[in-house]
């Protein structure tokens, strides 16, 4: 059995945590959100180390467009 009050005090209580949980999400999402940014800033920098790397090998090794670009010259 239940009374008036008690039904009250518990849609009252519902709703605080509703709002508490939605809080809580709120924060969460702000506290990943900078380690998210920092992860893409990290993935940017070693796609432009990888690019820059690769055209050096290129450039040493004789591959890729540095390659096609030299072999006319080495046949005059």
Partial sequence: MEGENLRQAKARIESTMDLIIKGFEHQLDELYKADAMDVDSDIRVMETMLERDTASVEKD????????????????
């Fill in 61 to 76: 090794f004789g591959l890729g467009e540095f390659a096609a670009e030299q072999k006319p010259e080495e046949t005059e």
